[in-house]
């Protein structure tokens, strides 16, 4: 994106965590890259841009759609931040819950279409913004894709189940969620949780090609078709967001679940780190 075009002067530009770019090759479809290295952590401020860029160019007719990808070589994104929902008020998880509900309905119900280029490891809140593309691809390599929220003690909403479990099929969902699976590249063809894998210097191509096939379609029916669609699973969280942050709250500040998270955080040397900040 140009200055003259790009969506309210974020093209061709940055936040601090997030890109945004005009695509090389479709003028209408605009490259969104998160730029939180090195894991690309999610963390409030960073969903907060997500969401700001995703508002811009969902409001400029001139874009069509999304290539959702990331700027860390190897990594798509390696899930939520720890320390958001470690030791912190009611108010400050709120605030944080809030942003990653409004993102997810953002992307799940955009007019746009948006293709996930999966270029590392997706897990946890990673997989989350994949699965909630309309088309995934990822790269072949020693990645992985899944929800193991499970495995460290945290849990996933209703919503996340269904979203999931409208690509891989119900019981494949739950023991997705229950183990905490994370699942290989090949692996995670087969039970359709991504839709293509191609070579890493193919990716970006895999993508365009992808995306004419989608803009073929008139964007009138094939936006109704998609919201209507879509929405049964967004009113899942919409008929009561405050009840699903407030559930979420209950499990996470119990003592054993954050001294769950302090045995993360430390084994990471997230702790240390953020002590020095």
Not at 80 to 109: A, G, H, N, P, T
Request: with cysteine.
């Amino acid at each position: 994106m140009d200055n003259t075009s790009g969506p309210s002067g974020i093209a061709n530009g940055s936040q601090k965590f997030v890109t945004v770019e005009k695509d090389k090759v479709m003028k209408d479809v605009a490259v969104v890259s998160l730029n939180r290295g090195p894991s690309n952590l999610l963390n409030r401020k960073l969903l907060r841009e997500l969401i700001g860029i995703m508002d811009d160019i969902e409001a400029n007719k001139s874009y069509r759609g999304v290539i959702l990808t990331s700027s860390v070589a190897h990594v798509f994104c390696s899930g939520l931040d720890v320390m958001e929902m470690y030791r912190k008020s009611f108010d400050q998880f709120r605030d944080f819950w809030k942003s990653l509900q409004d993102l997810w309905v953002r992307i799940y119900l955009s007019r746009l279409v948006i293709i996930a280029a999966i270029n590392g490891t997706a897990v946890a809140g990673g997989c989350l913004l994949a699965i909630s593309c309309d088309y995934r691809i990822m790269a072949k390599g020693p990645y992985s894709i899944g929800l193991p929220e499970n495995v460290i003690g945290l849990v996933n909403s209703i919503w996340v189940y269904e979203t999931l479990a409208r690509l891989v099929g119900p019981r494949q969902a739950e023991l997705s969620l229950q183990l905490g699976l994370e699942y290989q590249v090949k692996e995670a063809s087969e039970i359709r949780l991504v839709d293509e894998v191609v070579h890493p210097k193919k990716l970006m191509e895999a993508c365009r090609e992808e995306m004419t096939k989608w803009l073929r379609i008139p964007d009138f029916s094939r936006v109704r078709t998609k919201q209507s669609l879509r929405e049964p699973v967004v009113m899942m969280l919409q008929a009561n967001p405050e009840g699903d942050t407030q559930s979420m709250y209950s499990h996470v500040s119990q003592d054993v679940v954050q001294e769950t998270l302090t045995n993360v955080l430390k084994k990471f040397k997230l702790l240390e780190a953020s002590a020095k900040k």
